[in-house]
């Protein structure tokens, strides 16, 4: 069973609207939920983070919406850019093992 | 700046050999992580350290051992590879303790099995 599960797997959406990434998860014991990025032949870097305390996290364009109940959380990119075209990953990670559980990830093209 | 080194960046094995990837942190972290990513999915835990002398399995060990000989240097080692390990393989090392979060990632190591 998957542990973390992310949707849509690919998104595309025009320069300057707003791109919608959907995550979910299994275990009640994570406690900490980072957004990494991804380009081609590059290594996921961490873009933001949410920590369970806290139902919504802002840094500029991008804004993480977490609802605990229902084990939910979004990303939304405000303004998309075409440099915003990149794999986004949902992780969950467990502060007591540190294992990081990693979704499939979602695939955001951004038009010009 | 985090720093997480990886060689070799790509390589190139035969099935059954044995196969070496090293990751080295100049970051002082104590827990150090390998993933692999393969097309179309997220990055799976391989094995993961928490500090030198220290393994432990991750999601998908089998076929795989990991050694930790000081905090700065994590291996992966494959004994008997098979095509079915090629892959990317990612290290990366975090903080550790009740309030860690990121994990830094290095570059990544690309090896195909032939």
């Known amino acids: 069973q998957q542990q973390v599960r992310q949707s849509p797997q690919s998104l595309t959406v025009w320069e300057g609207e707003t791109a919608i990434l959907n995550c979910s998860y299994e275990d009640s014991t994570f406690d900490y939920f980072p957004w990494y990025w991804q380009f081609p032949r590059e290594s996921p870097a961490l873009l933001i983070a949410i920590r369970p305390v806290s139902n919504k996290k802002e840094d500029g364009r991008f804004t993480i919406f977490f609802n605990k109940r229902e084990k939910k959380l979004s990303l939304h990119i405000t303004d998309s850019q075409p440099g915003d075209s990149a794999t986004y990953f949902c992780a969950a990670l467990n502060t007591n093992t540190g294992k990081l559980t990693f979704g499939d990830g979602t695939v955001l093209t951004v038009k010009p | 700046e985090a720093a997480v080194t990886q060689s070799p960046r790509n390589k190139v094995a035969v099935t059954g050999g044995k196969v070496t990837l090293s990751c080295n942190q100049t970051?002082?972290?104590?827990?150090m992580y390998w993933y692999r990513q393969d097309t179309g999915h997220g990055l799976r835990l391989i094995h993961y350290?928490?500090?030198?002398?220290?393994?432990e399995k991750g999601d998908i060990p089998d076929g795989y051992k990991a050694s930790r000989p000081s905090q700065e240097n994590f291996s992966l080692i494959l004994e008997l590879a098979t095509p079915s390990q090629t892959s990317v393989y990612f290290c990366a090392s975090g903080t550790g303790g009740i309030n860690q979060d990121t994990q830094y990632f290095g570059p990544g190591t690309r090896l195909l099995v032939l």
């Open positions: 350290s928490y500090g030198a002398g220290s393994t």
């Open positions: 970051n002082n972290h104590n827990n």
